[in-house]
């Protein structure tokens, strides 16, 4: 298990902050109580902090047909829509939300290469509102594989306000590159072909880069 890149500015200034804190607290206070208190606090907080970061390592399915998971996380939609900002097409939407318990890394869900890429400033309603895909801050990242589009959404939530995206427009991307990572949760959105055979449901407990979210019919 590794601590992800975009956390060791993070994870550094908060040692600095927590150690002065506790630091403070055993200088203007005598009782061993309090003291021990704000040291639990103290060290339970950075572990918290930590546990954000970590980058677990994960082998990629490589399985042209298969769509895998781009985060950690549980199925929260499964449903038929528009979408409007690139595909112009009817679609089948798969979110997985993260909470701030789960591994933050995005993968990328299949092989291909980046067709389209845009970041949308926004604002932060909770990642559960049905407007906050439209409405929240997010990235939008269209993966062309042979022919057949996915789109990948990378949306900002209440607590998570920091979206970090890999993606350039043109670049070729194998299943399981790392798309970007969501500092402290939020929510992923893939967009499928009506005629990709959904495998999850809603509720579902997943793993980024391991559970199959659709199977697309490549092959037939």
């Known amino acids: 298990m590794r601590i992800h890149k975009e956390g060791y500015r993070i994870i550094f200034n908060s040692f600095l902050s927590i150690t002065v804190i506790v630091a403070l607290f055993f200088i203007f206070t005598n009782s061993l109580t309090v003291r021990s208190i704000a040291g639990t606090i103290g060290v339970l907080v950075f572990i918290l902090i930590v546990r954000f970061f970590r980058e677990p390592h994960r082998e990629p399915l490589n399985e042209d047909d298969s769509v895998s998971s781009p985060a950690d996380g549980t199925i929260?939609?499964?449903?038929?829509?528009?979408?409007?900002?690139?595909?112009?097409?009817?679609?089948?939407?798969?979110?997985?939300?993260?909470?701030?318990?789960?591994?933050?890394?995005?993968?990328?869900?299949?092989?291909?290469?980046?067709?389209?890429?845009?970041?949308?400033p926004g604002k932060y309603?909770?990642?559960?509102?049905?407007?906050?895909?439209?409405?929240?801050?997010?990235?939008?990242?269209?993966?062309?594989?042979?022919?057949t589009r996915i789109l990948i959404r990378q949306i900002a939530g209440l607590i998570a306000r920091r979206i970090v995206c890999y993606a350039?427009?043109?670049?070729?991307?194998?299943?399981g590159d790392q798309v970007g990572f969501i500092k402290f949760g939020s929510r992923v959105d893939i967009f499928l072909p009506l005629?990709?055979?959904?495998?999850?449901?809603k509720g579902q407990k997943v793993k980024g880069n391991r559970t199959i979210i659709a199977k697309l019919p490549l092959s037939l």
């Open 76 to 120: 929260v939609e499964v449903k038929p829509v528009y979408e409007g900002e690139f595909l112009k097409a009817e679609c089948i939407q798969v979110s997985v939300f993260m909470s701030v318990f789960n591994v933050h890394v995005n993968w990328f869900p299949v092989k291909g290469f980046v067709e389209y890429y845009k970041y949308h």
């Open 125 to 147: 309603l909770v990642a559960m509102h049905p407007k906050s895909s439209e409405k929240n801050e997010r990235t939008t990242v269209v993966i062309n594989n042979q022919g």
């Open 168 to 175: 350039k427009e043109g670049s070729p991307v194998s299943q």
């Open 195 to 201: 005629d990709a055979r959904v495998q999850v449901t």
